[in-house]
């Protein structure tokens, strides 16, 4: 599988973005997907995450704020961002597992075989 992680760009507090991942591969309906983030000289965190059968999870930082999608027909995944914060600029990356891992291990960075190249999202005050 390979991604390829788009949408990203400056924009002001309080704005919205919508972030796209293309994939590759004719099993994507079958993969769970993922977001994580990295902010300059931060490790790399969670940010949202939606299984093959549709369910989704979120970071606490971004929950009521972010919505994560999917289109199989389009082999496409979403983050709409909206009411962005300073302190969402980072580099957003997108993931995907063909293990069919328990909600509490979506989170891990280590639960993802395939990632994206990064796209990066910058909210100026």
């Known amino acids: 599988v390979q991604l390829q992680a788009s949408g990203g760009g400056l924009v002001q507090v309080g704005g919205s973005l919508r972030l796209s991942c293309a994939a590759s591969?004719?099993?994507?309906?079958?993969?769970?997907m993922a977001w994580f983030r990295q902010a300059q000289g931060k490790e790399r965190e969670f940010v949202a995450a939606t299984r093959s059968g549709g369910s989704t999870h979120y970071s606490t930082s971004v929950n009521h704020r972010f919505t994560i999608s999917r289109d199989s027909a389009k082999n496409t995944m979403y983050l709409q961002m909206n009411y962005l914060k300073p302190e969402d600029t980072a580099v957003y990356y997108c993931?995907?597992?063909?293990?069919?891992?328990?909600?509490?291990?979506?989170?891990?960075?280590?639960?993802?075989?395939?990632w994206g190249q990064g796209t990066q999202v910058t909210v100026s005050s």
């Open positions: 993931a995907a597992t063909g293990v069919r891992w328990n909600s509490g291990s979506l989170g891990v960075e280590s639960s993802y075989d395939y």
């Open positions: 591969g004719r099993t994507f309906s079958q993969y769970s």
